[in-house]
């Protein structure tokens, strides 16, 4: 006679925090002495082409309570819409613009990224996209790293052609992806990220 089977139980997901801070970038928790500077705290140098502008904004949960432990990653073009080349393994060279960020955010949810305005990229289709910086963000309660976009609320002839823009069918929730900007000695582009709610930022299954 067999024995029953029985009734197996899902395997509990694992969480990306709370701890993200800590291992993510540890120099901005005070933990010194491990490496030298986190890593992705600074994407430009002396020689960086282009229009230098900050990105900026908040982090907010369904409630609208703001997130103090995300992490976000940002990756962009160049201002010539070229991506910097990934270093082989015995490279000794450096990029004047690395072309990828990493900053953690405040107790009050708000992030900062000092940066270029990047160039345009072709897109799947083959015609160049709009100008924009793709973000991933995590922090503790988040399983998968969420992924979405930048964009520029002064590029609005090339948003209105551009290829992921225009696959969100509802023009209302393509705003929450657009930052706008506010001028300054360094112009600030400025975006809150909504992880749920009425407002929920639109996000890609990547």
Not at 14 to 22: D, L, N
Not at 25 to 31: D, Q, R, Y
Request: aromatic share 8%; net charge negative; glycine share 12%.
């Amino acid at each position: 006679m067999l024995h029953p089977t029985p009734t197996l139980k899902e395997t509990p997901s694992q969480t990306a925090g709370p701890y993200v801070h800590i291992g993510m970038t540890p120099n901005f928790c005070g933990i010194t002495g491990v490496i030298d500077a986190d890593p992705g705290a600074s994407m430009l140098t002396p020689d960086t082409k282009g229009e230098r502008i900050t990105i900026t904004g908040r982090v907010f949960d369904g409630s609208g309570a703001p997130v103090g432990d995300a992490v976000l990653e940002i990756w962009q073009a160049d201002a010539d819409g070229a991506y910097a080349a990934p270093m082989g393994p015995n490279s000794n060279s450096r990029p004047a613009f690395t072309g990828w960020g990493r900053q953690p955010a405040g107790s009050d949810g708000t992030f900062v990224f000092e940066t270029i305005k990047p160039g345009r990229v072709a897109g799947p289709d083959g015609r160049p996209m709009a100008p924009h910086v793709s973000v991933w963000i995590v922090a503790r309660g988040i399983n998968i790293g969420l992924q979405t976009r930048i964009y520029f609320a002064d590029e609005a002839e090339a948003n209105a052609g551009d290829h992921v823009l225009n696959k969100i069918m509802d023009p209302r929730r393509r705003e929450t992806l657009v930052a706008h900007r506010q001028e300054g000695a360094v112009p600030r582009y400025v975006l809150d990220i909504h992880l749920q709610g009425d407002r929920e930022t639109v996000f890609f299954d990547i």
